[in-house]
């Protein structure tokens, strides 16, 4: 400790370092303990090593924990679309069903969002079908094929379904038959409104003879009056692993088992909508003739509907694409307005694929037109085309999104379709200076003019020179009528 001591005139004021008194006893003050503690020799080293650690710790957990962090998974948010009220004067469109790019675990969680409507769902009213013995066959086929292969083989679903093609058929914006309602939109490779229309299900996959009956008695019973009334009015539906555009601008009325129905907000939702019959005869469809023995006659009989796509025999939809793809596309001559496609048809693809090709060479274009010639030598380099040209094209293909078509029509003359829609329109041309391919032109048969009826059977005549024939009046020679004078 230090002490100071007082100074004088010649001593000044000073400090000196004195030791403490102790209260330790001689022992204590020898113990190592002791001495170790006051003089602090190994508190030094402990204090960097604890320092030192922390430090790596410090460095290392962050680089850890970043290394190791879970997954984020991205919240999903709800699809939004305008929740437009279509008033009762404007019949709602129906727009091709589109689905948003997501994952079905994401979808589930999206379709939970929408909560289920809290106004009345009223039962609808029985149906009783009107129309003849065949009518019924292709309606019941058409129905009994929607309910299997879009719920599968359960009663329920497929009860479900039945109800909302029916709901439909009575609705103004849709078809009113049932083939027509099922079917509406077949033509379209995406956008049809049942799904297994236009995706190759009825190529790639056949109910069993027990799940087809069942369907068949469903939809028997529901053409008799048998009512799903969980479903209330609906009119759309969907599973709840995808997410349509549309999904979140409908009122959600109800869930049986995994799919999800839906009905049109405001008035058109409401049971005074559904107030249309159906009308005229059920059209046949190239597409149930391997299923419905009705649909295949008519089929037969020429009564298939314009642009039924029959399936290929033999040849799975993936293994056509394939086929298509391996394929190396023509030279194709594009026309200056850069939609229109004039090609030689390859020998390697067979007819039956020709349209897959000419959506192949399309592309992306949302309309386009593809001309194809099996023979390079009558393939044209430009349009317009001339008469021998538009007699010798062999397969046309149309794609046009905005109007929703996509037709394809083939030479018959040349390769026979079991649908006659499928068929080019036979055209006729009278040749106009212009050679038509041929040995020589077709030239309009002579007109003999007559003078009164033709030689008669059992009529006797007096024989002699014919009488001479009255020279044309200059009137009558210059083509002009005039009134007869006494």
């Known amino acids: 400790m230090w002490r100071t001591t007082d100074g004088d005139a010649s001593h000044p004021v000073r400090a000196e370092l004195v030791e403490a008194p102790s209260f330790l006893s001689p022992e204590e003050k020898d113990s190592p303990s002791t001495n170790s503690g006051r003089t602090g020799a190994s508190g030094p ?19 850890l924990i970043v290394r190791n962090a879970p997954a984020v998974r991205p919240v999903p948010r709800a699809v939004a679309t305008p929740q437009r009220v279509v008033p009762p004067a ?26 289920f409507s809290a106004a009345p769902n009223p ?38 379904v039945a109800q909302v093609i029916i709901n439909r058929l009575r609705h103004p914006a849709f078809p009113k038959t049932i083939c027509g309602v099922v079917f509406q939109g077949q033509e379209r490779s995406t956008g049809c409104q049942f ?54 601008s409908l009122d959600k009325i109800t869930a049986v088992g995994t799919h999800l129905f839906f009905r049109w907000t405001g008035w058109w939702g409401t049971p005074p909508a559904f107030n249309r019959r159906q009308a005229g005869p059920e059209p046949a469809f190239a597409k149930m003739a391997a299923l419905s023995p009705a649909h295949a006659s008519g089929v037969a009989a020429g009564e298939a509907v314009a642009g039924d796509e029959p399936l290929l025999e033999g040849l799975p939809p993936a293994a056509a694409e394939a086929a298509v793809e391996g394929a190396a596309l023509p030279d194709a001559e594009m026309t200056p307005d850069a939609n229109s496609f004039l090609i030689t048809l390859p020998a390697t693809v067979a007819p039956d694929l020709w349209h897959l090709l000419a959506n192949k060479i399309c592309g992306a274009r949302r309309y386009c037109k593809v001309l194809g010639w099996v023979d390079p030598k009558l393939t044209p380099a430009r349009l317009p085309l001339n008469t021998a040209q538009v007699a010798s094209l062999s397969f046309s293909y149309l794609r046009d999104d905005e109007n929703g078509l996509e037709r394809r029509l083939w030479n018959c003359r040349e390769f026979k379709r079991p649908v006659p829609a499928q068929c080019m329109r036979a055209q006729v041309f009278i040749p106009t200076g212009e050679t038509i391919g041929g040995p020589a032109d077709v030239q309009p048969p002579a007109v003999v003019p007559t003078r009164g009826p033709g030689e008669l059977d059992g009529v006797r005549r007096r024989s002699g020179p014919p009488a001479p024939a009255p020279s044309p009046t200059p009137s009558a020679a210059a083509g002009a009528p005039k009134a007869a004078t006494p």
Do not use: Q
């Not at 009825?202 to 969980?230: F, H």
């Open 90 to 115: 404007e019949i709602p469109p129906v727009e091709p069903t589109r689905f948003v790019e997501i994952a079905p675990e994401d979808a589930r969680a999206i379709n939970a969002t929408v909560p």
């Open 123 to 160: 039962a609808a009213r029985p149906f009783s079908f009107a129309g003849s013995t065949e009518d019924l066959a292709r309606a019941t086929d058409c129905l009994a094929a929607a309910v299997i292969y879009e719920a599968g083989d359960d009663a329920p679903g497929e009860r479900a």
């Open 195 to 248: 799904t297994f229309t236009c995706d190759g299900a009825l190529n790639r996959w056949r109910p069993t003879e027990a799940g087809w009956r069942r369907a068949r008695e469903i939809a028997t019973m529901a053409l008799r009056g048998s009512v799903y009334r969980p479903v209330g009015h609906a009119t759309h539906y969907h599973t709840d692993w995808v997410v349509p555009y549309w999904s979140s």
């Open 45 to 63: 080293p402990a204090i960097k090593v604890v320092l030192v650690a922390t430090a790596v710790a410090a460095l290392v957990a962050p680089a």
